[in-house]
């Protein structure tokens, strides 16, 4: 009876020592994000025409880059997209679609659809934004020209 004992602690033991390395392993991986993000915030903010950083935000698709919303010294926001530790591109945000006018382009397109997500995005020296749109027959991308509104891209995901 002592041994059973004995191996059911062990084995709650190893559990537990599982679950707590994966905590850590996961807390380490978003402190580190954060921190990544940060760095280019501040960085961003030390540009002579830069008042302040309103947003920052990572993108991992086929390319990695940055999308920082940012306040000039002029008043006027923008977006800069930054790859490489360069800004490529920068858009004011008055030239690009609102949100509301996303979700209206995207329930034109997918009928009855909610949408999951939205990024935006650069796509050669386009600003686009990647919606994913959820209806009953399943999970949509739509890729949108953030500029136009046009509809570039549209696909059923797997």
Request: aromatic share 12%; charged share 25%; net charge positive.
């Amino acid at each position: 009876m002592n041994k059973k004992n004995k191996w059911l602690k062990r084995a709650v033991l190893l559990i537990v020592v599982l679950l707590a390395i994966g905590v850590i392993s996961f807390a380490s991986y978003v402190l580190q994000y954060d921190k990544q993000l940060l760095t280019y915030q501040e960085s961003l903010s030390k540009l002579p025409e830069v008042k302040k950083v309103l947003e920052i935000s990572q993108y991992n698709g086929e390319e990695q880059y940055y999308v920082a919303k940012v306040q000039l010294t002029s008043g006027k926001d923008y977006y800069y997209f930054i790859k490489d530790n360069t800004v490529k591109l920068s858009c004011e945000t008055k030239d690009l679609m609102t949100k509301k006018q996303v979700e209206e382009k995207v329930a034109n397109v997918i009928d009855q659809g909610v949408i999951k997500h939205y990024y935006l995005g650069v796509y050669g020296e386009t600003p686009i934004y990647e919606v994913l749109v959820t209806n009953d027959k399943g999970d949509f991308y739509v890729i949108l020209d953030a500029k136009t509104s046009e509809v570039l891209l549209q696909f059923k995901a797997k």
